[in-house]
């Protein structure tokens, strides 16, 4: 698949890509990032444990995402 250079802040939900990325979260964050996706829209967040949103946070930021 080809990246795409998004012109707006668009955010994907876990699950969207699910089939293409698996169902490993980060994966699926990797993914995004990869398609160009500058933003994740997480309305589960609060239900996952600290340890997962500090893991999502800092992959977050490690792939430039908001």
Do not use: T, V
């Not at 309305?43 to 500090?54: D, F, V």
């Amino acid at each position: 698949m080809a990246k795409n250079d998004f012109n707006m802040n668009y955010a994907p939900h876990f699950g969207m890509f699910r089939h293409h990325a698996g169902d490993d979260l980060i994966d699926q964050l990797k993914f995004m990032a990869d398609m160009g996706f500058p933003a994740l829209e997480d309305n589960g967040l609060m239900g996952r444990s600290p340890a997962m949103q500090e893991k999502i946070g800092q992959q977050l930021a490690k792939l430039g995402m908001s």
